[in-house]
């Protein structure tokens, strides 16, 4: 799959663009999807509707005075929520971001969301639930097998055989490579420097020399993300960030040694009001040569 | 001299372009992929078939045709595009001999008009303008295994429906039955994207093996005893073959690769913007804006800007093939005679790359791939060629093992097709695919005119689940192109869904749109039916 061109002026016409699509369907719905052993991405659309029936049974002020989150339940094994002893956590979030991402600490395990609301009293409100998402687990099985059994040193002398420290780093994205050499090309002429990590390609980690046998590389990034209105002016570091359509943002950055401060502010459309919250991340790494 | 190799090489091209075919406009600047892949890549391969079989070369290489690649390379309006296409090229190449006499660009002026006459000898002569056949041929030889892919390029681990999973397995196969007249042995997963259990489906459709990157068979469970360099069985009874990564480093590294050597071609200095303008206009798009005509005189040279990039010269990077080819060849002869005695069985070693790697960005690939076949057959005997299909013949005791869940993109999941450029497009795709499923459902025996507007949703929905769009939206080239294609395949859906639910099916609007998306001539909407999708999971 590759790309050499750029779309004609004249093919441009109303209705291509992505806002002219539904806002939504009219119905109350959600659904997850996986997108890494620690990732998951969830949408949801809860009608008008929906809310008046809930503020009926609740309270028309249950919105604004409950806390408005997702549950993520992990329902591995049973693939489905559970009444006792159901294992969950929680994430504060606006139900009108209309989307999230998803982070959990345990890879390999099959989960299940719900939006909804805790009431000042500690109530669970559920909105709309999603489908049963499992996630890969992201390493090598523990699990071996009597008729095809192999030494475990053996095995290991495999993964390094097999090629286990590409491992996400083969990516057969032809337009990839050629676009980091684009860039290369681009940067020998302009000296561009760049700001965080803004597309997919920029880092990756340098084998080390093959005179060492045994050998460890690693690296960090930062994944900043948040939600506000869609219409609203943003900023992270004093530079514009561009808004999805549902009014969330994300970016990766590179997270080099030291001390970094991202500032990010949201200022209304109409310009009368301004929110602001102030993120300090600092990492030290510590090799010690041996 | 039988059975003195020491293990099998597989070699798998996944041959790919999204569908674009606009006959509404009379000419559109995105049809030229396909224009360019057919004539650096997808022809130029067949003429290496050619040779190597009129030379007694024997070989066997894997590939994959994607439907929606089949469906343009028999379409009559593009079949014309692309002769319009070389014949332009023709007559500018052989302006430019004349122009370049007695200069330094001659020897590659006179290598492009060489080409071009080829390219036009093969289409016309040989394959009568629908070069399936010439792929046909080949496989009906044994030299060649084409198999097929999701319909439409379908990432399948971001589909929530089993219906549509199922749905891109079983258009595709039978796509594939239309142009070879016989059912596909294996599939290509669209990305390498492989979610666990959607094995069901493909054994379903009578496919008996696909590919996945590394990691996809070295996390499975329970352990792989063979890790990549043997395949293993799903639950399913389907086999996966693993991506050997050593092979495709080689191939692929930023620093080492193959592709980087100074004296290869240039891919970013290109005529289209080198000549003067009021020469080179007649072959410019009629917007006149200057773009890549496809012929390059200078190679890469070094580090220096576009401006300081020295000829080209078609002998000395022939060459360079030649000896980058001995160099593939020979590591993988000591990486086999070493995985031999590590793995006590004949190792399969599985290079996989995009087929449009060679020729069309790396120009000299193709000709590294003939002189691959060539000394794999004259100058060695430890590596055996071999096709998937055949080496299940061979070996058909394997592991059963459970794969894990992997793409071949960046990070080895899903995020390339699941970020903030592209997460907007999935409410709407799951939308439309579940308006389908309901549809499907509810007409069971649809005629007339309604079964042509559920057949033509079918169209549109598959369409609009390419993963092109959602990469090219990550990736950032072609954006605007792709984000207008994923919005206008679902207002497609949107307008067809309400006209069929109310009743009103506007017969203009279909034939029109039936018109410009004119993909799978032959599909039946049912294939989405959660009747469908239940039975292929059964059996």
């Given at each position: 799959?590759?790309?050499s061109g750029h779309i004609k002026k004249d093919n441009?016409?109303?209705?291509?663009?992505?806002?002219?699509?539904?806002?939504?369907?009219?119905?109350?719905?959600?659904?997850?999807?996986?997108?890494?052993?620690?990732?998951?991405?969830?949408?949801?659309?809860?009608?008008?509707?929906?809310?008046?029936?809930?503020?009926?049974?609740?309270?028309?002020?249950?919105?604004?005075?409950?806390?408005?989150?997702?549950?993520?339940?992990?329902?591995?094994?049973?693939?489905?929520?559970?009444?006792?002893?159901?294992?969950?956590?929680?994430?504060?979030?606006?139900?009108?971001?209309?989307?999230?991402?998803?982070?959990?600490?345990?890879?390999?395990?099959?989960?299940?969301?719900?939006?909804?609301?805790?009431?000042?009293?500690?109530?669970?409100?559920?909105?709309?639930?999603?489908?049963?998402?499992?996630?890969?687990?992201?390493?090598?099985?523990?699990?071996?097998?009597?008729?095809?059994?192999?030494?475990?040193?053996?095995?290991?002398?495999?993964?390094?055989?097999?090629?286990?420290?590409?491992?996400?780093?083969?990516?057969?994205?032809?337009?990839?490579?050629?676009?980091?050499?684009?860039?290369?090309?681009?940067?020998?002429?302009?000296?561009?420097?760049?700001?965080?990590?803004?597309?997919?390609?920029?880092?990756?980690?340098?084998?080390?020399?093959?005179?060492?046998?045994?050998?460890?590389?690693?690296?960090?990034?930062?994944?900043?993300?948040?939600?506000?209105?869609?219409?609203?002016?943003?900023?992270?570091?004093?530079?514009?960030?561009?808004?999805?359509?549902?009014?969330?943002?994300?970016?990766?950055?590179?997270?080099?040694?030291?001390?970094?401060?991202?500032?990010?502010?949201?200022?209304?459309?109409?310009?009368?009001?301004?929110?602001?919250?102030?993120?300090?991340?600092?990492?030290?790494?510590?090799?010690?040569?041996? | 001299?039988?059975?003195?190799?020491?293990?099998?090489?597989?070699?798998?091209?996944?041959?790919?372009?999204?569908?674009?075919?606009?006959?509404?406009?009379?000419?559109?600047?995105?049809?030229?992929?396909?224009?360019?892949?057919?004539?650096?890549?997808?022809?130029?391969?067949?003429?290496?078939?050619?040779?190597?079989?009129?030379?007694?070369?024997?070989?066997?290489?894997?590939?994959?045709?994607?439907?929606?690649?089949?469906?343009?390379?028999?379409?009559?309006?593009?079949?014309?595009?692309?002769?319009?296409?070389?014949?332009?090229?023709?007559?500018?190449?052989?302006?430019?001999?004349?122009?370049?006499?007695?200069?330094?660009?001659?020897?590659?002026?006179?290598?492009?008009?060489?080409?071009?006459?080829?390219?036009?000898?093969?289409?016309?002569?040989y394959y009568h303008r629908n070069i399936l056949e010439?792929?046909?041929?080949?496989?009906?030889?044994?030299?060649?295994?084409?198999?097929?892919?999701?319909?439409?390029?379908?990432?399948?681990?971001?589909?929530?429906?089993?219906?549509?999973?199922?749905?891109?397995?079983?258009?595709?196969?039978?796509?594939?039955?239309?142009?070879?007249?016989?059912?596909?042995?294996?599939?290509?997963?669209?990305?390498?994207?492989?979610?666990?259990?959607?094995?069901?489906?493909?054994?379903?459709?009578?496919?008996?093996?696909?590919?996945?990157?590394?990691?996809?068979?070295?996390?499975?469970?329970?352990?792989?005893?063979?890790?990549?360099?043997?395949?293993?069985?799903?639950?399913?009874?389907?086999?996966?073959?693993?991506?050997?990564?050593?092979?495709?480093?080689?191939?692929?590294?930023?620093?080492?690769?193959?592709?980087?050597?100074?004296?290869?071609?240039?891919?970013?200095?290109?005529?289209?913007?080198?000549?003067?303008?009021?020469?080179?206009?007649?072959?410019?798009?009629?917007?006149?804006?200057?773009?890549?005509?496809?012929?390059?005189?200078?190679?890469?040279?070094?580090?220096?800007?576009?401006?300081?990039?020295?000829?080209?010269?078609?002998?000395?990077?022939?060459?360079?093939?030649?000896?980058?080819?001995?160099?593939?060849?020979?590591?993988?002869?000591?990486?086999?005679?070493?995985?031999?005695?590590?793995?006590?069985?004949?190792?399969?070693?599985?290079?996989?790359?995009?087929?449009?790697?060679?020729?069309?960005?790396?120009?000299?690939?193709?000709?590294?791939?003939?002189?691959?076949?060539?000394?794999?057959?004259?100058?060695?005997?430890?590596?055996?060629?071999?096709?998937?299909?055949?080496?299940?013949?061979?070996?058909?005791?394997?592991?059963?093992v459970q794969p894990s869940m992997s793409t071949w993109?960046?990070?080895?999941?899903?995020?390339?097709?699941?970020?903030?450029?592209?997460?907007?497009?999935?409410?709407?795709?799951?939308?439309?695919?579940?308006?389908?499923?309901?549809?499907?459902?509810?007409?069971?025996?649809?005629?007339?005119?309604?079964?042509?507007?559920?057949?033509?949703?079918?169209?549109?929905?598959?369409?609009?689940?390419?993963?092109?769009?959602?990469?090219?939206?990550?990736?950032?080239?072609?954006?605007?192109?792709?984000?207008?294609?994923?919005?206008?395949?679902?207002?497609?859906?949107?307008?067809?869904?309400?006209?069929?639910?109310?009743?009103?099916?506007?017969?203009?609007?279909?034939?029109?749109?039936?018109?410009?998306?004119?993909?799978?001539?032959?599909?039946?909407?049912?294939?989405?039916?959660?009747?469908?999708?239940?039975?292929?999971?059964?059996?």
């Open positions: 799959m590759t790309s441009n016409d109303p209705g291509s663009d992505y806002k002219s699509l539904p806002e939504g369907y009219g119905n109350t719905e959600a659904a997850l999807l996986p997108r890494d052993p620690n990732w998951m991405f969830i949408y949801w659309e809860i009608t008008a509707n929906s809310k008046a029936e809930v503020c009926k049974t609740h309270g028309s002020d249950i919105f604004q005075k409950s806390k408005q989150i997702i549950r993520v339940y992990d329902v591995t094994g049973t693939g489905s929520i559970g009444t006792v002893d159901q294992k969950y956590f929680d994430i504060p979030v606006m139900v009108d971001a209309k989307s999230w991402y998803i982070n959990v600490q345990e890879s390999g395990r099959a989960y299940c969301c719900e939006v909804g609301l805790i009431t000042p009293d500690g109530r669970f409100i559920g909105l709309v639930r999603t489908n049963t998402v499992s996630l890969p687990v992201g390493r090598v099985s523990e699990v071996t097998d009597e008729k095809w059994m192999s030494v475990t040193s053996d095995f290991e002398k495999l993964l390094q055989l097999s090629g286990v420290e590409y491992i996400g780093k083969g990516s057969g994205e032809v337009a990839k490579s050629l676009a980091q050499r684009w860039e290369m090309l681009r940067a020998v002429f302009s000296r561009a420097s760049s700001w965080g990590v803004s597309s997919l390609s920029s880092h990756t980690l340098a084998k080390p020399p093959l005179s060492k046998a045994f050998w460890l590389v690693a690296d960090c990034e930062l994944i900043l993300y948040g939600a506000t209105e869609p219409d609203a002016y943003v900023t992270v570091s004093g530079r514009k960030v561009k808004l999805n359509t549902d009014g969330t943002f994300s970016m990766r950055f590179a997270l080099p040694d030291g001390g970094m401060e991202l500032p990010i502010k949201a200022v209304s459309k109409d310009e009368t009001e301004t929110r602001e919250i102030k993120i300090k991340v600092s990492r030290a790494t510590n090799t010690d040569g041996k | 001299m039988a059975n003195n190799e020491k293990g099998y090489l597989a070699l798998v091209l996944h041959a790919h372009l999204p569908f674009i075919r606009h006959p509404e406009y009379e000419d559109f600047l995105e049809e030229d992929w396909f224009f360019e892949a057919m004539c650096e890549t997808y022809l130029p391969l067949l003429d290496i078939y050619e040779r190597l079989t009129r030379e007694n070369v024997d070989f066997r290489i894997t590939m994959s045709l994607t439907p929606p690649l089949c469906n343009m390379m028999s379409d009559p309006l593009l079949s014309g595009r692309f002769q319009r296409y070389y014949n332009q090229r023709l007559e500018l190449s052989e302006k430019e001999v004349a122009r370049t006499r007695n200069t330094q660009f001659y020897d590659v002026a006179r290598m492009y008009e060489r080409k071009f006459k080829r390219i036009r000898e093969l289409y016309e002569d010439g792929f046909k041929k080949f496989q009906d030889m044994g030299k060649l295994e084409i198999i097929t892919c999701g319909a439409t390029h379908g990432f399948l681990p971001l589909e929530i429906r089993k219906e549509a999973v199922y749905a891109q397995v079983k258009i595709a196969a039978d796509d594939y039955r239309r142009h070879f007249g016989r059912g596909p042995k294996g599939i290509w997963l669209a990305e390498c994207a492989y979610n666990p259990g959607d094995d069901v489906y493909l054994k379903a459709n009578g496919i008996r093996f696909f590919f996945l990157e590394t990691h996809g068979i070295i996390y499975g469970s329970p352990r792989p005893r063979y890790g990549v360099y043997a395949p293993v069985y799903c639950p399913s009874g389907v086999a996966a073959f693993g991506r050997d990564m050593e092979s495709a480093q080689q191939v692929w590294s930023a620093e080492t690769g193959y592709p980087g050597d100074q004296r290869y071609r240039e891919f970013y200095r290109d005529l289209g913007y080198d000549l003067e303008y009021e020469y080179i206009k007649p072959y410019l798009h009629s917007d006149g804006v200057r773009r890549n005509m496809g012929m390059k005189y200078h190679r890469i040279t070094g580090r220096v800007p576009l401006n300081a990039k020295a000829p080209y010269n078609p002998q000395e990077a022939s060459e360079v093939a030649a000896s980058h080819a001995g160099n593939f060849m020979f590591n993988r002869e000591r990486q086999i005679e070493h995985l031999n005695s590590f793995l006590g069985r004949k190792p399969i070693v599985v290079s996989m790359y995009d087929a449009e790697l060679y020729g069309h960005w790396w120009y000299e690939g193709t000709d590294f791939i003939e002189y691959l076949l060539k000394k794999v057959h004259y100058d060695q005997q430890t590596i055996k060629l071999v096709t998937p299909s055949e080496y299940l013949g061979i070996h058909p005791d394997n592991q059963m993109g960046d990070k080895g999941y899903n995020e390339v097709w699941l970020n903030g450029t592209n997460d907007w497009v999935y409410r709407h795709l799951h939308k439309a695919v579940e308006r389908m499923v309901e549809m499907a459902n509810r007409f069971p025996s649809a005629d007339g005119m309604l079964k042509r507007a559920l057949n033509q949703y079918a169209r549109e929905v598959a369409l609009g689940m390419s993963s092109d769009w959602a990469f090219l939206m990550s990736v950032g080239t072609a954006k605007t192109y792709s984000t207008k294609r994923f919005v206008e395949h679902t207002h497609r859906c949107i307008a067809l869904y309400e006209q069929i639910m109310g009743n009103r099916i506007d017969e203009g609007y279909l034939k029109n749109i039936e018109w410009r998306d004119n993909i799978f001539p032959e599909v039946d909407y049912r294939v989405f039916s959660t009747a469908a999708a239940e039975k292929a999971a059964k059996s």
